[in-house]
């Protein structure tokens, strides 16, 4: 159920941050719904082959974020949070948002014209759907 | 009830040519420890002390409640050790010894050593001297895992395996650790394997101990920043520099105390901060251990 959790050797980023990545894809895709309860930190570490402690540094950040709920001596659920879709395209809002203005700095636009592009698309989207 | 399963104080130990120096140790249960050091850096004296192979000239070692070495023959019950120098009974076959095993340790789990058998692909009727390497490693292995034992010891359980066999074992120690009251202490000087699966790290370097943490603070606060000077800016003085490499307008710093906050306090400072590379175990105990050694140096 849990195993197809992928730890990449050759990724760049720090283990905890690929398996955070990882749980709230499986959370935005409804692999592991609202509520239900998911892989204790020690069961995890154990399929994953990686410390235990890595684990807990997840979990203990995507508490932080809202994402899951850990109970004492309970074991961890997904957030019964309604807002935890918002909250995720959020964060994909913001990293394509980074990326345009790397673009438009490329390209020399003023954050002014980069707006003014943004607002066009937005346009051209609300006329479409009218 | 005592939660450390390892407990090292002040233990030192005095070879002619080789000193284990004023060694403190702490291994909560339940937790893997990787001890990582170079060859001949003390790994192996510190495992013999802890298991009452060689006894300190000082200092207190308690393992598993039990003092050591005056208590270790009731510490070995629950003590599994694994070393390179296994002598294993050659002209015996592995089921010979699997029932020597069960013979002595009343806790020894025989469903656990036929799953073990079909994990490690081992065939319990060949003889021990028929064996590869890796086989040999995998039977001692066996022989230790399935008495149950609430510390296992391993002295450089993954050297000389294949990949496929490191894997293997690796997926076998951390399923050991799926029952939170045991504990592992390894040495090993393949920093990926102790990347991978410890809780707690341990650098060893000329018989001391050089650095001891948690896994995740050693990966958060090692990092390399790769700057740019601007013409007239010297290298900024940063907070916990161990190492300052690169040249003229091009430094490269690399600090144990990172803080993001650094990166805006080396642009005020007139470097623009080019990169921040994480580090691997590796290359963290790596600039460790140099920067240690210039320091007895000056």
């Known amino acids: 159920m849990h195993s197809d959790l992928v730890i990449s050797q050759t990724d760049g980023r720090p283990m905890y941050l690929q398996i955070m990545d990882q749980i709230r894809q499986r959370i935005a895709v409804g692999d592991w719904e609202q509520g239900k309860e998911i892989p204790s930190i020690r069961q995890l570490a154990v399929t994953l082959r990686v410390s235990v402690i890595t684990v807990k540094r997840a979990y203990m950040e995507l508490e932080r974020d809202g994402i899951i709920v850990t109970q004492q001596g309970k074991g961890s659920i997904v957030a019964p949070n309604p807002r935890l879709g918002a909250k995720l395209y959020d964060e994909e809002l913001a990293k394509h948002i980074n990326r345009v203005a790397q673009l438009g700095e490329l390209l020399g636009l003023t954050p002014k014209e ?11 989207l609300t006329k479409e759907y009218s | ?7 090292f104080e002040g233990v030192s130990k005095i070879y002619p040519h080789f000193t284990l120096d004023d060694v403190s140790l702490e291994l909560p249960a339940g937790t893997i420890m990787g001890l990582i050091g170079a060859n001949g850096a003390g790994k192996s004296t510190t495992i013999r002390i802890l298991m009452g192979l060689v006894h300190q000239d000082r200092g207190r070692v308690l393992v598993l409640g039990r003092e050591m070495p005056r208590e270790q023959a009731a510490a070995k019950l629950d003590i599994g050790f694994v070393s390179e120098d296994m002598r294993l009974y050659g002209p015996a076959t592995l089921a010979w010894h699997m029932n020597f095993v069960q013979s002595i340790y009343p806790k020894w789990d025989q469903p656990y050593a036929e799953t073990l058998l079909r994990r490690f692909d081992l065939k319990p009727r060949q003889k021990i001297k028929g064996l590869s390497h890796g086989q040999r490693v995998k039977a001692a292995l066996l022989l230790a895992l399935a008495r149950r034992p609430r510390l296992l010891v391993l002295d450089e359980p993954t050297t000389g395996l294949d990949p496929v066999a490191r894997q ?13 009251d045991r504990t592992i202490l390894f040495s090993s000087h393949n920093t990926l394997d102790v990347e991978q699966i410890s809780d707690q790290i341990t650098f060893i370097d000329r018989g001391r101990i050089i650095a001891s943490d948690n896994k995740e603070i050693f990966l958060d606060r090692w990092r390399r920043l790769r700057l740019v000077l601007s013409p007239e800016a010297d290298v900024p003085s940063l907070p916990g520099v161990v190492e300052v490499g690169g040249s003229g307008r091009l430094p490269v710093l690399v600090t144990n105390r990172f803080d993001p906050a650094m990166v805006s306090a080396c642009n005020d400072a007139g470097a623009t901060v ?8 590796e290359e963290i105990f790596v600039a460790n251990v140099h920067s240690r050694r210039e320091k007895q140096i000056v």
Not at chain 1, 114 to 124: G, I, N, P
Not at chain 2, 1 to 7: A, I, P, Q, T, Y
Not at chain 2, 172 to 179: G, Q, T
């Open chain 1, 114 to 124: 980069l707006a003014s592009r943004v607002r066009e698309a937005a346009d051209r």
């Open chain 2, 1 to 7: 009830m005592n939660d450390l399963s390892v407990h």
């Open chain 2, 168 to 180: 293997e074992v690796l997926g076998e120690l951390m399923a050991v650790l799926a029952d939170e």
């Open chain 2, 274 to 281: 080019q990169a921040v590379d994480p580090m691997t175990l």
